[in-house]
């Protein structure tokens, strides 16, 4: 994304200045033999106090770049900026420092929370491997988080097996909270829950970050959940960013046609506007990262496909002020050599 902003400039479209930044970050793995290709030269920036949605289907390397962004996991090149210190290249104890400002909340709770710990000694373990532990007054502290997440003072006791899955994000939440970070990466943090429970986690999300003053990078598939939070959204597709912009630019003037079909499959909530809406589906399936092809990635799926599109891979450029798009033909700018698959009626399941 030539000419992005770097940490502490501020961010188009954002309400702050830049927190965080990802600058050319590749990620390739050899495997039996063949290389995946994860993730190819993402650019992204993070604005102070924003929420940056990041959606995309299974296997386009969300999750790689969320652990990418907390240092669990190595680029293969590219520079990950947070506060102006590139964590892809920090030692032990510099990193260590930057780990307890910038957290990361897993989809499945279950698994990240130790069953040996009741949820009053998983939550105070930050606090004791940072050496922040005060007794007494760190308990005092866990008990006041675990409110403010919804948890009673009975819960404490409690292992994570004895509690719903909703119960468990909600202490796993409380976790990384009790560090006091700037910043969570929040991977599918709702995509294991019952819906009514999603909606629940999204209000407290929403409600901490006000309260503590918090940046969120929140990954998920789920478009309808993104867009409901997120003051801009990044659309990615095997490995790249496809799309950059606002909740409004890409909600309401989506310019990448991959943007375009996942929106219309979204489902409709007002039954009086069901039907009214074609749903664009796509043929084929995505590439193999291990084999990407030349030229655009989305070109294999896409009805407006032309030679050119097969063969030169589109840039991430400035369209209509601060959104970004990589696509030779976006939005209106070409005729479609050929229609896309078009149901009519299928976006208000």
Same mark, same amino acid.
């Given at each position: $994304? ?68 907390? /240092?669990?996991i190595e680029p293969s090149a590219g520079q +990950?900026? *947070? ?22 909340? *897993? ?11 009741? +949820? ?34 009975? $819960? ?26 700037? $910043? ?11 819906v009514s429970v999603q909606a629940q986690i ?15 990078? *929140? ?15 990044? +659309? $990615?597709?095997?490995? /790249? ?50 084999? +990407?092809?030349?030229? #655009?990635? *989305?070109?294999? /799926? #896409? ?9 030169s891979e589109p840039e991430l450029r400035t ?31």
């Amino acid at each position: $994304m030539s000419g992005a902003p770097h940490v502490g400039d501020p961010v188009p479209g954002a309400a702050g200045e830049a927190l965080l930044a990802t600058r050319g970050v590749t990620k390739h793995y050899r495997r039996h033999g063949l290389e995946v290709r994860a993730l190819d030269g993402v650019d992204l920036t993070v604005g102070r106090g924003e929420i940056l949605g990041l959606v995309g289907e299974s296997g386009c390397g969300k999750s790689t770049l969320a652990r990418i962004l907390v /240092r669990q996991i190595e680029p293969s090149a590219g520079q +990950v900026l *947070f506060g102006g210190a590139d964590i892809a290249h920090l030692g032990r104890r510099e990193l260590r420092a930057i780990r307890s400002r910038l957290q990361i909340v *897993f989809q499945d709770p279950l698994s990240s929370l130790d069953p040996r710990l009741s +949820v009053l000694q998983a939550v105070l373990e930050p606090l004791r491997i940072h050496r922040r532990y005060e007794k007494g007054a760190s308990e005092d502290l866990v008990l006041a988080l675990l409110a403010e997440c919804g948890l009673d003072a009975a $819960m404490a006791g409690r292992y994570p097996h004895q509690l719903s899955g909703g119960q468990r994000q909600r202490v796993a939440i409380a976790r990384v909270l009790v560090l006091h970070p700037e $910043m969570l990466v929040l991977d599918e943090p709702v995509s294991a829950l019952d819906v009514s429970v999603q909606a629940q986690i999204l209000e407290l999300l929403v409600g901490l970050k006000q309260t503590h003053g918090l940046s969120y990078v *929140f990954i998920t598939h789920n478009l309808a959940v993104v867009r409901q939070v997120s003051d801009r959204i990044a +659309v $990615m597709y095997l490995g /790249r960013i496809a799309e950059l912009g606002t909740r409004t630019e890409l909600t309401e003037r989506a310019l990448h046609p991959y943007t375009q079909a996942l929106l219309s499959s979204v489902p409709i909530e007002a039954p009086a506007e069901r039907g009214a809406r074609q749903r664009i589906i796509l043929s084929g399936d995505p590439p193999s990262p291990t084999s +990407v092809p030349v030229g #655009c990635r *989305f070109a294999g /799926r #896409c009805w407006k496909a032309t030679d050119l599109c097969r063969e030169s891979e589109p840039e991430l450029r400035t369209r209509n002020g601060s959104q970004l798009v990589a696509c030779h033909y976006p939005g209106l700018d070409a005729p479609a050599p050929s229609a896309p698959v078009l149901s009519s009626g299928a976006g208000g399941r």
